[in-house]
């Protein structure tokens, strides 16, 4: 079978750093994204891995070890507008972008 | 911004009636996709096309139909909406060579009662 686990929720303090992780099992592998989807909008692009190791842009960084099928969104100096979840997605079509996500880590970052 | 748009973003509807959900980009993109959400849980695919006349079934069995006649239109369509269709769909894109991102349009929000 297919499938993607990720945390159900995670809490956090606002200016901490906050690790979730994403462990996959799927039929074939062309690249592994992560998304932000606030309540009631669209999600959002955050990174692509595609190569293992740690893709870093600006607060948010990526890593990926496709030998363990596994990733990690790392997000830094937490702000209260970073309460969200991040849904975790691979694609695996050889670049045709077809996905298979996660149910999303609902993350709720406190004062 | 993507220029990605759905609509109607709320749609509450009758069992039996007849219902397209439409979806325009604005980017060129080849690739669209819509996707299925119910509350909390994951995105599922349920339709895609690569191109102008090239429609795919996607991974969660869905009882409507899509077609793409016009690369920037990619219109869902039920014709006979039941409460079990009660969901959230968002249409999504990509395509630019060297891009690999899919930009989401904001979703319709359908309620068959």
């Known amino acids: 079978g297919q499938n993607i686990d990720q945390p159900t929720e995670m809490t956090a303090t606002e200016g901490a750093i906050v690790q979730i992780n994403c462990t996959y099992q799927?039929?074939?592998?062309?690249?592994l994204f992560w998304y932000q989807q606030h309540a009631g909008e669209a999600p959002t692009f955050l990174s692509y891995?595609?190569?293992?190791g740690l893709e870093e842009k600006g607060r948010f960084s990526s890593f990926l070890s496709r030998s363990k099928g596994y990733s990690y969104l790392l997000l830094k100096e937490l702000q209260m507008k970073d309460s969200a979840s991040y849904l975790c997605?691979?694609?695996?079509?050889?670049?045709?972008?077809?996905?298979?996500f996660g149910a999303g880590t609902r993350l709720a970052v406190h004062p | 911004e993507a220029d990605i748009y759905q609509t109607p973003r709320y749609l509450v509807i009758g069992t039996g009636k007849k219902i397209t959900l439409e979806c325009s980009q604005t980017?060129?993109?080849?690739?669209m996709y819509w996707y299925q959400q119910d509350p909390g849980m994951e995105l599922h695919l349920i339709h895609y096309?690569?191109?102008?006349?090239?429609?795919e079934k996607g991974d969660l069995s869905s009882e409507s139909t899509v077609s793409r006649i016009r690369t920037e239109h990619f219109p869902l369509t039920l014709e006979s909406a039941r409460p079990s269709h009660t969901s959230q769909y968002l249409c999504?894109?990509?395509?630019?060579?060297?891009?690999?991102?899919?930009?989401f349009g904001p979703g319709t929000r359908l309620t068959v009662t």
């Open positions: 799927t039929s074939g592998f062309n690249g």
């Open positions: 980017m060129g993109h080849d690739k």
């Open positions: 999504a894109s990509s395509g630019v060579r060297g891009s690999y991102e899919q930009y």
């Open positions: 096309s690569y191109g102008v006349n090239s429609t």
């Open positions: 997605a691979v694609d695996r079509s050889g670049g045709y972008n077809k996905l298979i």
């Open positions: 891995n595609v190569l293992d």
